[in-house]
C-alpha cells in the first residue's frame, strides 16, 4: 500500500510488529495544525510524533469500537474502551475518508470480522512532485501541468479548420508587407519627386501606385475578414457544443451540488471569449509581431541610428505588460465572478417567482438585485479603468520614442545629412510601429479572458463523472429483469451511508413496493438501480451482469422512470410522449396515452396532441403531468420500471386514474414503487420496509401487517390514524 | 414530562462540562451523567457561541445551552474547546500569497491553529461571503478558514485580497 511506504523510520523501527496500516493525519490532538502518525498492527493502535515519540497506544481488545466522528471541516477517530472512549487522532475534511476507513478497520478487528479493504477512493492523492492535492480521476497535477497548456488546448479547436486559418494567415502576411508601401512611396514622392520638383509623369505614377495599394489592402481585408467570421463562427459553435456534452455527461451527483442556472451563462459567454482571442486574437497577435518585425526592418534600412532612438521606451512598455498582465487577469476573473452572482440570482428569483409573489417579496427580491449589480458595475470600472488608463500610458511612453526622432533626425535634415523625405518615412512608419504596441494591451486583456474562461470550460470538461461509462460493456439486448442487491452501501457524501448493507432479490416481473419514513432511504434505492450514483460498497446486478458493467445507454433503455416531480420538455405532448422513442408513430403515442388513462383530456385539449406544454406552453394540472409522464414510460416499453409517489398531491378520482394506468404499466414488468400512501401499494408483490437506510421487513401486506410491532404496521396504523384526523376536518 | 415539540432550553447551572481521560468531551446535565455529548452549533455563521445544540452519541437533543458565557469557567473552556474541535474552521490571521498556477489557485495562510495553505480549482465555487467583512474559504478537499473581517487584516494582506473579492 502506498501510504504505508511514507511512515518515518524512526516510527516504523519502535512498532510491536508489520503495520496492518498506518497513515498521517494533519492535525495534532489539541486541534492545531501539524503532523501525527497513527499506526495499526495486530497488538495495538497507536499514535507517534513525526521523531518517533509516541502520543498515545491502545493495546488490541481494549478498543470495543471505533468511530470516525465527522464534524464540520474536519474529524475526530474515537475508540470506545473499556474505560470509556478515547480520541485516537484529529483530522481536517481532506482526510475524512481514510479515517473513515480506519475506524471500520478498528471496529472489524476487535470484533474478528472480515477486515475491510482500503480502497484506492479512500487514500487522499497528492501529486508527488509539489504535493498539492491530485483531482479524483486525474494522475497529473494541475500546477505541474506545463505552462501553455490552457493555450495549446484551445487552439485545438482551431485544427480543424487549418486550410482556411492557414489562407488568413498568408493573406494577413500580404497585407502587412502592402501596409508598409505607402510610406516607402510617400518617401519616393517627397525625396525623388516633389523636392526635386521634377514635373512629368513621375507624380501620377507613384500616385497611382499608392491607389493600387489601398485597392489591394481593401480586398485583402475584406477577404481575411470574412474567412475569420466564418472560422469564428465555427469554432464557437464546437466550443459550445463540447461544453454541452461535458455537462450531459457529468453525473447527477454533480449538479446535485451547484446551482443549475449559473452554467447556462457560461456555455455561451465563455464560448465567446474564447473565440474573440482564437479568431481575432491570433490573427491580431500574428499580423501585428509581423508587422512590428518588417517595420523594423524597413527602419534599420532607412536610417539604424536614428530607429535606436525609437527602441528607448519599448524596455519600459514591456515591463510594464508584465507587471500589469496578472491583474487584468484577476479582474477580469473578479468581473466575471460579479456576473455569475448575478446571474445565479435572477435564475433563483425567477424560478422561485411563485414564492417571492405569493410572500411578496419583490422589493428585497429588487434590493438584492441591486445590490449585486452595484458590486458589478464597481468591478467593471475597475477593469475598464485599469485598461482606460493603460491606453494613453502606452501611447505616451511610445510618444517619447517619436519626440526623440523628431529632435535628433530634425537636426539632421537642417545640417542637410538626412533627407526630409527619409525623416518623413521613419515617422510614418514609427506611428503604424506603435499601433501594434498599444495593441499589445488590447492583446492582454483579450487573452487573459480567455484564459480565464478557458480555464472554467475546461474545470467542466476535466470533471470526471462519478458514474464513468463501462470500458468494454457487456451485451445485454433485452433483459429479463431480474435484479439483485449484493450487500450494497452508498451516501452522497462517503461514509455518512444512507443505505447500508442491502440485500435483496427481485424475480422479473416482480412488483415491489419500498416503504418507510421520508429519509429512509426509499429514493436512494431508487436512483441507484438508474444509476444515477455508483454504490459506494457492493453491487448490483440485472440478469446476473453488474450495473457497472452495462453501457448506460443500454441501461435507461431497459429502465422507464416516472417521477416525483414530473418534468416535461418544452414541446408538443406528442414529442413528450415520445421522448424515448422519437420515431414513434400517432397510432403509438395515442395507444400508450390511452393505456395511461390520458388520452380523453388530451383530446378535448384545442389542440390535441399539439398542444405545447412545458415553460411557454399549456399548464396542465399536476395529474395530467403524472399520466403524460405515465404514457412516456409506457412508449418506452422498458423492462424495469420506477414509481416515484406518482400519485402523491392529487385527488381521489385522479388517484384512481392514475393508479389504473399504472396497474396497466406494471404487468410484466419488474417495478419498483415507492408511495407514501401506503394503501396504494396493495397490488405490490412484495413490500421492502426500509428504516435508517437498511432493510428491516420483507414480505406481502398481509404478511406485515401480522407482525406484530413491526415497522409496517406501526407506519400503516399511524396512517390510519392520520386519515381519521384528516376525515374529522374534511 | 417535557413536550417533545418544544426547544429545551438548559439553564445553565444545571449543568457541568469536563473532559474524559480520553479526550472526550463529557458532563452532567441535570444530575445525568453523560459520557459523551457532541455539541452543534446551531447558527455556526450568526451566533458562533451561542444556542448551541447539546446531543449524545446517539444524536438525540438533550437541550439547548443559550450562551456560553453565561456558564461556569471551566464549563465554558470545555466546550469552547469541544467547538473548535468540531467546527474545524481557523481564523486567518495573514494572508501571506494568494497565487494562481495554472488552474489551482493556492493560498499560503497564517491561521490561529497554525501555518497552513489552500488549493481551490476557482474562487466563485470556494468563497463565501456571508456578510459583513467575513469571508469563509473552503478548499478542494473540504477544509474549510475563515476570515473574520478582511479589512482588519494588515496591509500586506489587504494587498494580496484586494483582486480576488
Known sequence: MSIQTNLPEAIRSKLSGEPIFSTKTDLQLDGHFGELWVTVTEREVSTWRADGSSCLNIAAGEWKEARAAGGVGGGTLVADTLNGPVVIARYTAALSSVFGYAAKLLTAMSKNEERPALSEKEVPRYCPTCGNPLMEGTQVCAICKSKGKVMARMLRYAKPYKSRMILAAVLLLCTTVVELVPPFLTKVMIDDVLQPKTAGSALLWVVLGLGATMLLMAAMQTVRGLIGVWVGSKLMGDLRDDIYKSLMRLSLAFFDRRQTSQFIGRVNSDSEAMRQFMTDGIIWVAGESLRIVAIFAIMFGLDWKLTLFALLPMPVMVLTSLKIWPKIGRRWYQQWRSIFRLNVLVGDSLQGIRVVKAFGQEKTEISRYSDANRELVRHNIRIEGLWQLMFPLFAFIAGIGTLLIWYNGGSQVIGNQLQLGTLMALIAYLTMLFGPLQWVSQMINWASHAISAADRVFEIMDTPSDVPEAIDPAPIGVIQGHVVFDNVTYGYEKHHPVLKGINLQVQAGEMIGLVGHSGAGKSTFINLICRFYDTDEGRITIDGTDLRGISQTDLRKQIGVVLQETFLFDGTIAENIAYSKPDATPEEIMRAAKIANAHDFIVQLPDGYDTRVGERGHRLSGGEKQRVAIARAIIHDPRILILDEATASVDTETERQIQEAISRLVKGRTTFAIAHRLSTLRNADRLVVLDKGKIVEVGTHEELLDLEGGYYRKLVDAQTELSKIRGVEG | ?165
Open chain 2, 1 to 165: 414530562m417535557n413536550d417533545p415539540y418544544d426547544i429545551r432550553i438548559i439553564e445553565p447551572d444545571s449543568l457541568f462540562f469536563s473532559r474524559g481521560p480520553g479526550g472526550v468531551f463529557q458532563g452532567v446535565i441535570d444530575g445525568k451523567t453523560f459520557e459523551e455529548l457532541v455539541v452543534f452549533r446551531t447558527f455556526p455563521f450568526l451566533y458562533p457561541n451561542r444556542f448551541i445544540s447539546i446531543r449524545n452519541p446517539k444524536n438525540e437533543e438533550i437541550g439547548i445551552i443559550r450562551d456560553i458565557s453565561q456558564l461556569d469557567t471551566e464549563s465554558a473552556s470545555e466546550i469552547e474547546r469541544e467547538l473548535q474541535f468540531r467546527y474545524f474552521l481557523p481564523r486567518v490571521t495573514r494572508v501571506d500569497s494568494v497565487k494562481q498556477k495554472n488552474d489551482l489557485w493556492l493560498w499560503e495562510l497564517q491561521t490561529t491553529l497554525g501555518p497552513t495553505r489552500l488549493a481551490m480549482r476557482n474562487l466563485h465555487e470556494h468563497m463565501q461571503f456571508p456578510g459583513g467583512g467575513r469571508i469563509i474559504l473552503t478548499d478542494m478537499n473540504g477544509r474549510r478558514c475563515e476570515i473574520p473581517d478582511w479589512k482588519a487584516l494588515d496591509n500586506h494582506s489587504r494587498m494580496q485580497l484586494t483582486d480576488v473579492i
